[in-house]
């Protein structure tokens, strides 16, 4: 155990999360973006560092302070995430895709300041897919055994939507929150669900982020053992 008592059951494993949103960039002073403000991940580093483990972050565009003990590898867009996230995983014993990847880039990049014409409608935006990170590493995984959680904000039928996207995904656990006005993004606490494959549905009461992320940190850990 630890200082505080805290069980050490991550000590000796290598972990990446990803944390915040990626933004898109249109022009070099406009960008594509989500609202996520990065809190989920920052608490998964911050618990698993108190748990013993070696952490990388992988933070995108989060004004959050650097987790004490943590790595910390800063990316902007989803393809830079794509990049750093797999690159760590290499040797990871877990991976947890906190971050809100966006789903969509312009399909192009203009090098200068994209100006307005007198009496012209601008340009349509077109967008093209970006690569799915934790479908890949699902897939793909770079270390046998290696356990891969994805995080889904969802609308409606919250958990057939959930269950839906983790067989789609093929990750290990998938924590599905329910979004509404006031609900997740930049929100200090949360209410979910984590799903297995397995048919199992662990609840996460409402509370702090932390709570959260102890919860993940204890499926994985039992699935490590
Ligand atoms: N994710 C990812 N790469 C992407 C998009 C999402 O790795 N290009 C990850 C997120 O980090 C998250 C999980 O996939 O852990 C689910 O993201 P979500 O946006 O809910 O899934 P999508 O497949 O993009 O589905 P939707 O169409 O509902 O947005
Ligand atoms: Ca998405």
Not at 11 to 33: I, K, N, Y
Not at 53 to 71: C, I
Not at 120 to 138: G, T, Y
């Amino acid at each position: 155990r630890g200082a505080e008592g805290q069980a050490m059951d991550l000590a000796g494993r290598h972990v990446v999360v990803s944390a915040g949103g990626t933004r898109e960039p249109l022009d070099p002073v406009r960008f594509l973006g989500n609202r996520s403000s990065g809190k989920q991940g920052y608490a998964l580093a911050r618990t698993a560092v108190a748990r013993g483990a070696r952490v990388t972050l992988v933070a995108a565009n989060s004004e959050l302070p650097d987790p004490a003990g943590a790595d910390v590898v800063r990316v902007g867009t989803a393809t830079q995430m794509r990049e750093a996230v797999l690159k760590a995983a290499a040797d990871a014993d877990a991976v947890v895709m906190a971050a809100a990847v966006a789903d969509f880039r312009p399909a192009s990049y203009a090098s200068g300041k994209i100006k307005k014409r007198d009496g012209q409608d601008p340009e349509p935006v077109v967008l093209v897919r970006n690569p799915d990170i934790l479908a890949e590493l699902s897939a793909e995984r770079p270390r046998p055994g290696q356990i891969v959680v994805g995080f889904a904000a969802e609308t409606d039928d919250v958990l057939a939507n959930g269950r839906a996207k983790l067989a789609r995904k093929g990750c290990d656990l998938l924590v599905v929150n329910e979004v509404g006005e006031r609900k997740t993004f930049g929100a200090e606490r949360s209410e979910a669900v984590v799903l297995a494959p397995d048919g199992s549905e662990t609840p996460v009461p409402f509370g702090p982020k932390e709570g959260l992320a102890d919860i993940v940190w204890d499926l994985v850990a039992d699935r490590l053992s």
